[in-house]
């Protein structure tokens, strides 16, 4: 027994606890060997495992119940995901009664696919919400857990054929992995059956004139048996897809391209057994072959797509180096911490988890979730993410965030439901292809009657080379290739897309908007300019209350001296422009007394007998002595109209003048050009003064500068825009930015910004990289021309291949090749977009 967690003793069945009495079962658990008492702990355990549900043996706190049965029943092992223990590696609660749970659907081989899953699965009472994604097989799920449990979700995609898995990364590349041998499997049983067969019909076309009634027949006979493995196993995914979709009342890609297959290999049986008519077994096996490989090539350029998710979900090491009190070390899950753990990070390893550093100071690398290769130094007390790197020192990480609720885990969930959610044209191809099917079915029925009186031998086959050649894979695949490819490119730029439809709105804005402070500007205050009295050192009349200030200023500066007695002054603050005052003196903050810090104003505060205030002109001024006039606060050294400014001073003299500017981004004057260059119009709406905004504005370049608004007045702004007929980006930062934001065609939120801020907006900036939004511009306009490109083909290559399909002018085997050829051209096009 430790810390409440259950463990077998010597001797006892690892999953029930009832003694071994010499059994020799076992099951690998944790790269161990754990020792069954049976073959149903056997075989319960090992479900566990194969389910990815290791997390069962590590956290229960009872044995686990003996199975009733040597195997057990498949509703049982779906219970497992019902354990709140078991969820915590991929469910997160939005609510009291909502639940999401990130999954791997493994069957889905088309358009067809998906939309058979969401629309059985949403008929479900308590199913709030099913987004699937055909390029990387990923499930997200949304239901009311007070209504049904997840293992009934489990159940329903499992009862309409498919196999539904929590999403674990090592899983899904071993779900792929076995999805590649597979297909490689059937590809080469049908091509060694394809060149078995070849030789057979090609004996048959050559020497049918000299050859014997029982020579023919046997070499019929050699290619039917051929032909049947091919048909009952390389061709079987084909018909259980069309299976699936026939008995929901759905026709999907495979539902011509299995009717094709089977009529064409029925025929030849029924020429083969009695002896009359033709055999095409060569055909069945040849256009299965190139079915296959079109498919197999179609399935890895998928895999290269969905690609970045999966990088991002295996960056999280799978041990720590957890942190005694005592000052000593384990090695733990990291599925195990939890929050206040203190997790030693040695140099090179990777971050495991959200927190703060507690001890050391080293760089740290984020170009995962920043895209800036340049390392980031961090002290005491800073933030650390997980999946980031220790470059340099050793670093002791506090966590603050594990599991669902890290930085990471976010982002990878807001990844997936960009590349879940369909717009408009992903929508439209999927209506689409459903009703195509019924026109091929229709087209090829028409086109067999036709046929059949004009020369009844080809009828058979045209009909067939129409149903295969018109599969509408392409249409299908044109939109959720490319925006899966866009959106992967992005995040590697660090463009987080977090809705489906903003590269379609990016491609079509007309107009930029842009909140100022912490958007065009760093949102941190530096001092800009200074003006300090020359004789301060006779402020205090010649009284000796000075003295400590004047050695200062003697060992180092009078200039020094004074902005050392500021920052000790701001050191009672923690505004922004304390922290900026306190960051621009040169020595350590000298140690004042009886601070009072005035809020909107400004801090008074005693140094060597002396009080002092540092603040606004209005703090300052009705303090001073009488005689002392608001002509000395006047500015001494010609500072800009349009900035913020404090003063300091004692009851006798105004001592300093500090003038502070929020700097600009780095970039930011690049990206407006850069976005002025491709015809975008700029605008700059701020709630800062209208001096402040407009100084901003004219650096950059911005001709429309409207500030002085509030959020609401913000939205009225963008509203005016829309109605004009504008489609309008809006990028900000702040959480009173959130409502402008969710108005906006697109909105784009700094990775700075508030979560609540981010949350509501399409896109995030993770590197604050302001050059990255006309690359990001860049990027959709490129994503809409590859659609529009591969719409456009499918589209064209049906319009040409049907008329020759009709007329007979391609064999069976040429349409399997150039449907295939169809599908991954539009696939090749897509992956275009990852330069």
Not at 412 to 418: C, E, Q, V
Not at 438 to 456: Q, S
Not at 731 to 757: F, H, K, R, T, Y
Not at 797 to 823: D, E, H, R, V
Request: hydrophobic share 45%.
């Amino acid at each position: 027994m430790d810390s409440g967690i259950w463990r077998p003793a010597a001797g006892e069945c690892f999953h029930c606890g009832l003694p071994l009495y010499g059994a020799t079962f076992s099951v690998i658990i944790d790269d161990e060997p754990q020792a069954m008492c049976c073959l149903g702990c056997q075989a319960v355990a090992q479900a566990i495992v194969d389910n990815g549900l290791d997390d069962f043996y590590r956290h229960r706190t009872e044995c686990s119940a003996r199975p009733d049965s040597v195997v057990p029943d498949e509703l049982q092992q779906l219970t497992l995901f019902d354990n709140e223990t078991v969820q915590q590696s991929f469910v997160r609660d939005t609510d009291d009664s909502v639940s999401e749970a990130s999954l791997i659907i493994e069957g889905v081989v088309c358009a067809a696919c998906v939309w058979l899953i969401e629309h059985h699965l949403q008929k479900i009472p308590g199913v709030l919400e099913l987004r699937v994604n055909l390029t990387t097989h990923r499930a997200n799920v949304v239901w009311d857990k007070s209504q049904l449990p997840l293992s009934k979700i489990l159940a329903e995609i499992r009862s309409i054929g498919y196999q539904a898995h929590p999403f674990d990364a090592n899983r899904l590349h071993n779900i792929n992995e076995r999805e590649r041998k597979h297909s490689l499997r059937r590809i080469a049983i049908a091509g060694i059956g394809m060149m078995q067969v070849m030789m057979t019909a090609l004996a048959l076309y050559i020497g049918e004139a000299d050859m014997g009634e029982s020579a023919r027949n046997l070499l019929r006979w050699i290619g039917l048996f051929i032909t049947t493995p091919v048909l009952l196993f390389a061709s079987s995914v084909f018909f259980r897809s069309a299976w699936r979709e026939l008995k929901r009342f759905r026709l999907g890609m495979d539902v011509p391209v299995s009717i094709a297959m089977i009529t064409a290999y029925s025929a030849s049986v029924w020429a083969t057994v009695t002896g009359a008519g033709e055999v095409y077994y060569d055909s069945v096996t040849m256009f299965t072959f190139f079915l296959l490989l079109g498919r197999f090539l179609e399935m890895n350029a998928r895999h290269h797509a969905g690609k970045v998710a999966d990088e991002l979900v295996r960056l999280l090491p799978a041990v720590a180096t957890r942190l005694a009190a005592d000052g000593s070390t384990s090695v733990v899950s990291v599925s195990e911490l939890q929050l206040g753990d203190r997790v030693l990070i040695r140099p090179g390893e990777t971050v495991p988890a959200d927190g703060l550093v507690a001890d050391g100071e080293s760089t740290v690398n984020e170009a995962v979730l920043s895209g800036e290769s340049v390392p980031v130094l961090k002290h005491s007390g800073d933030a650390l993410t997980g999946g980031t790197v220790n470059v340099e020192s050793p670093l002791v990480l506090e966590v603050q965030a594990v599991g669902e609720s890290t930085v990471l885990s976010s982002i990878i969930r807001l990844l997936d439901r960009a590349q879940m959610e369909k717009p408009k044209l992903a929508r439209l191809a999927d209506s689409v292809a459903a009703w195509f099917v019924l026109v091929i079915l229709i087209t090829a029925a028409l086109v067999f009657g036709a046929w059949w009186f004009y020369d009844p031998d080809r009828a058979f086959w045209v009909t067939i080379a129409v149903l295969v050649v018109t599969c509408p894979c392409a249409l299908s695949l044109a939109t959720p290739v490319a925006l899966t490819t866009a959106t992967s490119s992005l995040t590697r730029m660090g463009v987080l897309t977090t809705r489906g439809h903003a590269l379609e709105g990016l491609s079509k804005a007309t107009d930029v908007v842009f909140d100022k402070t912490g958007t065009l500007t760093t949102g941190q205050l530096q001092v800009s300019g200074q003006w300090f009295a020359d004789d301060w050192s006779r402020s205090a009349s010649g009284s000796e209350s000075s003295g400590e200030l004047s050695k200062v200023a003697v060992e180092f500066s009078p200039e020094q001296a004074l902005l050392a007695l500021a920052a000790g002054l701001e050191s009672a603050s923690e505004h922004p422009i304390a922290r900026a005052v306190i960051a621009a003196s040169t020595l350590e903050a000298v140690v004042c007394k009886d601070q009072k810090n005035i809020p909107g104003r400004g801090v008074e505060g005693v140094f060597d007998g002396v009080v002092y205030r540092i603040g606004t002109k209005e703090f300052i001024e009705p303090w001073l002595a009488d005689g002392v006039t608001s002509a000395d606060l006047e500015m001494k050294a010609g500072f800009a109209g349009v900035n913020t400014r404090i003063y300091m001073a004692n009851k006798q003299q105004l001592l300093v003048i500090l003038e502070l500017q929020d700097q600009l981004r780095a970039d930011a004057v690049e990206c407006v050009a850069a976005l002025k260059t491709a015809g975008m119009q700029v605008t700059l709406l701020s709630g800062d003064k209208q001096s402040v905004a407009d100084h901003v504005g004219k650096k950059l370049g911005i001709d429309t500068v409207i500030a002085e608004q509030l959020p609401d007045q913000k939205l009225a702004y963008l509203k005016s825009k829309q109605d004009a007929g504008q489609l309008v980006i809006m990028v900000g930062d702040g959480v009173n930015d959130a409502p402008v934001l969710a108005a906006a065609d697109v909105s784009i939120a700094m990775g700075e910004g508030s979560q609540l801020a981010q949350v509501t907006a399409d896109m995030v900036l993770m590197s604050d990289s302001l050059k990255s939004i006309p690359q990001a511009i860049h990027m959709a306009k490129r994503t809409r021309v590859i659609i529009r490109e591969n719409f456009a083909w499918a589209i064209l290559y049906n319009l040409l291949a049907m008329p020759m399909a009709t007329l007979g002018l391609l064999a069976p085997w040429m349409a399997a090749i150039g449907m295939s050829l169809s599908s991954l051209l539009v696939v090749l096009n897509a992956l275009r977009l990852k330069r």
